[in-house]
């Protein structure tokens, strides 16, 4: 019976890891027995030492861990989160994720940079698309994880941020044109609509003034202007 149910819990964890693209290794421990089952993306023998090496630093093996936390551990020279669990029935499950593949998920310019770093800022893995020149401004976002010790970095040179946005590029280009041509024409209206009538009607005053009552001020489309003129 113990190994009918062994055989169902990996064809389980087999099944669950092509589910979950993100997730590196399962891993199901059963303390009673001392029996690892694992499934992993990765090299089985090595992955199988890995967990091993994790449930003998545990100092005690399948104790319910705090929350949703993720604990970053290293492994064979690459970090990893580790997220383990226990039961009373005396068995341990757990997951491990490769920092590499959380990384994998931000997609960067050409020209940028992507960090995994501890809380403390200390580089766990990058990506740079090309080489960073620091002295170029750039634009630095943080994001650190509430569910574990790590935070993520992302660089990009500030003078490649518009260059991936056509729509605004052009939106700048064309919105001081726009005014430009506005104003032009707000101008020409105003001087059309107001200042023109107002000096016809000043020279037609003066002209009364001198004695001409036969003059006449031209008609005028604008009714207020139309009035005064009368």
Sequence with gaps: EYESNKQRIIHKINSDLSFYSIIDTFFVYSIPNDDLMIATKGIYQERYEHVQEIIKSQKRVGEVSDGYYWELIKLGGTYHLLKSIGSDSGVSMGALIRAETMLALIDVTDKGEALLTTADGRSLVAQVQAAMVYKEAYLELREASKWSEIQFVLRIPEKDILKSLPFFRLIITIVPILVLL?????????????YKPLMELTRGMRRLANGEFTYRLPEHP??????LHQ
Excluded: C, S, T
């Design 182 to 194: 506005l104003l032009i024409v707000g101008f020409y209206a105003l001087q059309n609509m107001v």
């Design 222 to 227: 604008v009714n207020e202007v139309r009035f």
